[in-house]
């Protein structure tokens, strides 16, 4: 018997020789071209954002910040806090506090993390930080709550945090 016969690399060079199966390769191609589609377009059109001060981002910024253009009451506050929308953080005095209960310890830490990298330039404030999945608060609800939110999708309000 030949040494390539008893080999695995038999198997290898069998697998290799072997034409590839036609049947479901149209379909398959098929069903994924409207996906791959769309991930070509973007990548042609993707500008990459300004390291230096982020201002791809301003414009989301603004769209997700305009309802609250007139500010945020105390009532309004307390009321997210009270239904437990997020996680509640207050800053005073240049220190960061954030509530007991979080959902993901690990995020939570995250966002602490990066909060605390710019924390000398924040005046005192208080926010409701959603660290879940997905959104809490839809967009057809009104008056629009503040929600800061790691997750967006189109019917739901303030989206991703850019710190």
Not at 4 to 31: D, I, N, V
Not at 49 to 62: A, D, K, L, P, R
Not at 86 to 106: A, V, W
Not at 120 to 149: C, H, T
């Amino acid at each position: 018997m030949e040494w390539w016969a008893s080999s695995p690399l038999r198997l290898w060079l069998l697998l290799f020789l072997l034409p590839p199966a036609q049947g479901r390769q149209k379909e398959s191609g098929s069903k994924w071209k409207v996906f791959i589609d769309q991930i070509n377009r973007s990548l042609e059109n993707y500008e990459p954002c300004s390291s230096q001060n982020c201002s791809c981002y301003h414009g989301v910024i603004e769209e997700d910040l305009t309802p609250f253009r007139g500010g945020i009451s105390r009532k309004m506050m307390a009321e997210v806090v009270r239904r437990k929308l997020g996680t509640h953080y207050q800053i005073i005095k240049n220190r960061l506090y954030r509530e007991n209960d979080c959902m993901f310890p690990s995020r939570c830490s995250g966002v602490e993390h990066f909060i605390l990298e710019v924390i000398g330039r924040l005046p005192d404030m208080e926010m409701v930080i959603n660290v879940r999945d997905y959104p809490q608060v839809p967009k057809w609800m009104e008056p629009a709550i503040p929600v800061f939110s790691f997750s967006k999708a189109r019917l739901w309000k303030i989206g991703k945090i850019y710190l």
